[in-house]
Antibody, heavy 120, light 113 residues
C-alpha cells in the first residue's frame, strides 16, 4: 500500500524555522517526483515546490512565494523527502501535504498532511 | 503562470442527478507529446485530496466509473453521472504541463440539495 507520512509540523513564531519530513513506503521512492503542496485554513490548494527523481534530472523548483526561504530535498536511501522552511511568516500557516507522482502527471498520491502554524 | 479557472465555485446537486464542473486554463495545457497533463482531485471534508483523473480523461484505479474527465486545449470538464452522498466535497483541477509553477483551480464545492 502506498503511504506518505508527514511529520514536523507545529507552532512557531514569525521569523523562525521548521523542517518537515515525508516518509514514503509502498512504492519505489527513487522513481517518483515529490511535491509539497499547502492549504491555508479554509482555502484552496497552493503548490509549494517539487523535486524530480534522479532519472529526470533531480531538478528542484519553488513557488515564487517561498523561493529563497524554503528548501526541498530528498534522501532516496531512506525514502524521505524534506521541506526546510526559514523566515516563516504568518501567511505560511497551512496544512502542508507531501505528494508523489510520476514524471508526467506530477501529483498522484497524498499524505495526511501536517499543520504548520506561524503566530506570535 | 498558467491560471486555472473553475466554474461554478458552488454546486448544489440532488442525489442521483448528474453534475459537471468546468476548468479553463489561461493557455493551452497540451504538451508537445499531445497529452494534457490535467488532473482532477476530490477533497472530502476533513480529508486529504485524492486524485480522480489524470491526463484529462484517465480514471485512477478505484475511482467509480460515474466520474469522467474530458477536454483538451484550454477547456476541461469533470462529470459525475449520478451524484451520491459520498461525493460531497471540494473538487480541484490542476495543470502540470507548464511548470513551475504547478497551478490549481480555486476549487468547486459540491453539496447535496
Amino acid at each position: 500500500e502506498v503511504q506518505l507520512v508527514e511529520s514536523g509540523g507545529g507552532l512557531v513564531k514569525p521569523g523562525q524555522s521548521l523542517t518537515l519530513s515525508c516518509s514514503a513506503s509502498g512504492f519505489t521512492f527513487e522513481n517518483y517526483v515529490m511535491n509539497w503542496i499547502r492549504q491555508a485554513p479554509g482555502k484552496g490548494l497552493e503548490w509549494v515546490g517539487i523535486v524530480l527523481d534522479k532519472g529526470s534530472g533531480g531538478r528542484i523548483e519553488y513557488a515564487a512565494s517561498v523561493k529563497g526561504r524554503f528548501t526541498i530535498s530528498r534522501d532516496d536511501s531512506k525514502s524521505i523527502a524534506y521541506l526546510q522552511m526559514t523566515s516563516l511568516r504568518t501567511d505560511d500557516t497551512a496544512i502542508y501535504y507531501c505528494t508523489g507522482g510520476d514524471s508526467s502527471s506530477k501529483v498522484g498520491f497524498w499524505g495526511q498532511g501536517t499543520l504548520v502554524t506561524v503566530s506570535s | 503562470d498558467v491560471v486555472m479557472t473553475q466554474s461554478p465555485l458552488s454546486l448544489p446537486v440532488t442525489l442521483g442527478q448528474p453534475a459537471s464542473i468546468s476548468c479553463r486554463s489561461s493557455q493551452s495545457v497540451v504538451w508537445r507529446d499531445g497529452n494534457a497533463y490535467l488532473n482532477w482531485f476530490q477533497q472530502r471534508p476533513g480529508q486529504s485530496p485524492r486524485r480522480l483523473i489524470y491526463k484529462a480523461s484517465k480514471r485512477d484505479s478505484g475511482v467509480p466509473d460515474r466520474f469522467s474527465g474530458s477536454g483538451s486545449g484550454t477547456d476541461f470538464t469533470l462529470k459525475i453521472s449520478r451524484v451520491e452522498a459520498e461525493d460531497v466535497g471540494v473538487y480541484y483541477c490542476m495543470q502540470g504541463t507548464y511548470w513551475p509553477p504547478i497551478t490549481f483551480g480555486q476549487g468547486t464545492r459540491l453539496e447535496i440539495k
